[in-house]
């Protein structure tokens, strides 16, 4: 046989599909000895009928065949097409797995984003997909989790740096690049590509393009012009402008740049509920502060958010003294910075190390807003100063002192040595809280009134959470805030939840437990303590809530490390209410119409099911030790009742927890006593008290002033005998007009209590449907 005809059988009999080319190429050695010049023609004739493909470049093909199956179904949302497409390209991949190119890195690792995608769009679509596509769905995030786990490595190297091409020529990646660029692979086309790749060249197509000084300003109007468009590759987008700032030579030049990069890396993840990358996240953040860098070093620049200019393909001439008016908003640029941070916290599990990783780049955040602050400042744009103060002072109002120091410490040996401040000087910088006040005080006297409420909401939350009861108190009493704050968007009666709860928490550690308890009643009485703080959604019986309404509820949550502790909370307004309700209650005594009034309707709620329990085991959580401590407490075993409240753990988490348990055991004494006259004092004339102060374990002066209080509020017929010692008991019924005039009272109260309660309701209403419609405006 001859070699041509031995050739030609190989290829018109199908041994192409399963020989491979070395065979060929190693039978055609055997045989090269008979007719070469016969075998050239014949050779010359054959590869113009039919061309020789290795087997590698076959696989080549069907994997960017399968690649863009899966991309155009992307495209229509087409889970069964992405899944068959998908299982061939893992079969193809299979055959050598030696070799896995970055190709298909790139495209597991986009299909994961996309996967993830469509399962937050399908959990907040009203309409439900199709069955056949849901089990697709659902078979593919079981696939994708299963493979993926094999490839943690090379894909996280790929989302590390998805934009520079890869340089290992090993395996696939070599092939990739040269059927892209659909020219014969020759080493000197090689060379040029990869020396291209160096110099700041991008092959697209098979061309070379090339980025410098010169053209930068024409491919900075193309990017700009493209986009918001459709199909417009945002990653691509990216990676053009970080080429156009390596190459931008004067600060004009990177002043365009960056403006056009900052909102470009931004709208890559357009996404309300997913949070920004995080390597994006502090590339933009870099990227910001060198844009506050380069005007701080050339004043000439200006950035307004509000004038017209056009577009040149040129340097500008700039005169001495001139000021370049340039088209941006660096006050937009941190707040979105700020709005990514808080939205990272709010997705991260807040129990895993990387919520304690994400939480260290708040001193860089930090950084940046006090920079942004100090150049508005100096170029007197009023408004944006404001804007980043009130962002400051919400990094700082609900810290403590130690930690405020430790942050402003940090961030003064972050910024330029020659950029200060009027609103916080150096000598307040210092001082944790003369440095709320100046940022308050700034607020007050050029913010808005939206901002000037907030202001004055965190300077008070600031106050109590120090201990500082009084001045917090007055400066709420006199701003008047409780009186309008139901008109005021959610996040700010969030904030006002928050500063209320501050408050009461304040009053409770100065052993002021009738203020504690007005202030948290307000909050905890309601049954929606977490829905109220933004500290969790509370599903209530019987309703749903919109899957819009939800949507917005969620987007509002705080952050973990800002949550006020519930459980904490709860506590101090149980241990509050015990300490009021039980002395209420014994001087009701069997008077059903005075048994009617309440102070807690919670804590009466919770007492009532707890007696009427046939079977009380030992306490196991904080509200059986209270409700155990305030059955103690009205049988008059207060020695008991100090015992079960000491036993609460949750006391550990307050500062000074010796002092708060030795304030909440004077307290049992003291209305243990009230509580021991108002039972017993129908069945006495005269009690000791010298007695009284032995029973309680209190000084007698303690006795005698507590009595002379209940006397002089009229909460004891009693009068004192000062020779003796004793208090005379008076045993006073009322008349019948009282009796009614009584039972009137309560039940206006009730009609009252009643109608605020529709009002409520009403007013909550009201401000959904305002939300939503806003939305909708949005």
């Known amino acids: 046989m001859s070699k041509e005809e031995f050739v030609g059988s190989r290829f018109f009999t199908g041994g192409s599909d399963t020989e491979t080319e070395e065979e060929i190429i190693s039978s055609e050695e055997d045989l090269s000895d008979e007719g070469n010049a016969a075998s050239d023609e014949n050779d010359s004739e054959d590869e113009g009928k039919r061309q020789v493909r290795s087997a ?120 990739v690049v040269k059927h892209k660029s659909r020219k014969p692979a020759v080493d000197d086309e090689e060379d040029d590509i990869s020396a291209s790749q160096d110099n700041d060249f991008i092959p697209v197509g098979g061309k070379i393009i090339e980025y410098t000084s010169d053209n930068l300003f024409k491919k900075l109007k193309e990017i700009m012009e493209a986009r918001g468009k459709k199909n417009t590759d945002r990653l691509e987008q990216i990676k053009v402008l970080q080429k156009l700032l390596e190459v931008a030579a004067t600060p004009y030049q990177k002043i365009r740049v960056l403006i056009a990069l900052i909102p470009a890396q931004f709208d890559y993840n357009p996404s309300m509920s997913n949070y920004m990358n995080v390597d994006m996240w502090k590339s933009t953040q870099k990227e910001i502060n060198q844009l506050l860098t380069i005007l701080e070093t050339n004043p000439q620049f200006m950035i307004y958010e509000f004038m017209e200019e056009d577009i040149d393909d040129k340097e500008p001439v700039i005169e001495p003294d001139q000021l370049f ?36 780049d708040e001193t860089d955040l930090y950084d940046t807003i006090v920079r942004g602050q100090m150049y ?109 704050i139901h008109q005021s968007d959610v996040g700010t009666q969030i904030l006002h939840n928050r500063t209320m709860v501050q408050v009461g928490l304040c009053a409770f550690r100065e052993g002021m437990i009738k203020e504690a308890q007005s202030c948290l ?96 085991g030992p306490p196991e959580n904080t509200r059986d030790h209270i409700m155990g401590a305030a059955k103690a407490l009205a049988a008059g075993e207060w020695k008991k009742c100090q015992e079960l409240i000491g036993a609460i753990k949750i006391w550990d988490l307050m500062p000074e927890t010796q002092k708060i348990k030795e304030m909440l055991n004077r307290k049992i004494q003291e209305e243990g006593l009230r509580t021991y006259l108002f039972t017993y004092s129908a069945y006495y004339e005269t009690i ?55 039972s009137f009272a309560e039940k206006a109260a009730s009609f009252v209590e009643a109608n605020e309660r529709t009002l409520e309701l009403k007013q909550a209403a009201g401000q959904n449907q305002r939300d939503q419609q806003r939305q909708k405006g949005k």
């Open 325 to 360: 008016g340039i088209r941006g908003s660096i006050v937009s640029f941190i707040d979105r910075l700020d709005d990514e941070f808080t939205k990272s916290l709010q997705n991260i599990d807040p129990h895993t190390t990387d919520y304690v990783d994400r939480l260290k």
């Open 376 to 484: 508005f400042e100096k170029n007197e744009l009023n408004e944006s100063t404001s804007r980043v103060v009130m962002r400051r002072l919400e990094h700082l109002y609900y810290k403590p002192d130690q930690v405020i120091q430790t942050v402003e410490n940090t961030v003064q040996q972050l910024y330029p040595a020659g950029l200060n401040s009027k609103i916080t000087s150096h000598t307040t910088g210092f001082d944790p809280t003369d440095l709320i006040h100046s940022l308050c005080v700034y607020l007050y006297k050029n913010g808005e009134s939206l901002l000037r409420t907030r202001a004055m909401l965190c300077h008070i939350y600031h106050h109590a959470l120090h201990n500082r009861f009084y001045v917090a108190r007055d400066m709420l009493l006199m701003s008047h805030l409780q009186d309008n």
């Open 688 to 742: 000791g008290l010298e007695q009284l102060a032995t029973m309680f374990s209190l000084p007698i002066n303690a006795v005698t002033a507590i009595i002379s209080k209940m006397i002089w509020n009229e909460e004891l017929v009693a009068s004192l005998d000062q020779v003796d010692n004793v208090v005379v008991l008076h045993r006073v019924e009322p008349t019948k007009v009282q009796q009614l005039a009584l």
């Open 56 to 175: 590698k470049d076959k696989r080549l093909e069907a994997l960017e065949a399968c690649i863009k199956a899966i991309e155009n179904a992307e495209k229509i949302n087409d889970w069964v097409v992405i899944q068959n497409e998908f299982d061939k390209l893992n079969k193809i991949i299979s055959k050598d797995p030696l070799k896995i190119p970055r190709l298909y890195i790139k495209t597991i690792a986009s299909l994961e984003d996309f996967l993830s995608e469509a399962l937050q769009k399908e959990k907040e679509s009203k309409k439900k997909m199709n069955a056949i596509q849901a089990k697709a769905l659902n078979s593919m995030k079981q696939k994708i989790k299963k493979n993926n786990r094999l490839y943690e490595e090379d894909i996280e190297k790929w989302r590390q740096n998805p934009v520079d091409e890869p340089t290992d020529e090993s395996g696939y990646e070599e092939d």
């Open 521 to 616: 009643q307000e909050i905890c009485g309601t049954g929606r303590t977490k829905e109220l703080l933004a500290q969790g959604l509370q599903l209530q019986r019987y309703t749903q809530l919109p899957a819009e309404q939800e949507k917005l509820d969620r987007q509002r949550q705080l952050p973990f490390h800002m949550h006020i502790n519930l459980e904490l909370l709860e506590c101090a307004y149980l241990t509050c209410s015990m300490l009021l309700e039980i002395p209420s209650m014994a001087a009701a005594g069997s008077n059903p119409e005075a048994r009617k009034k309440v102070i807690s309707k919670p804590f009466r709620r919770m007492l009532d099911y707890n007696e009427r329990q046939v079977f009380s």
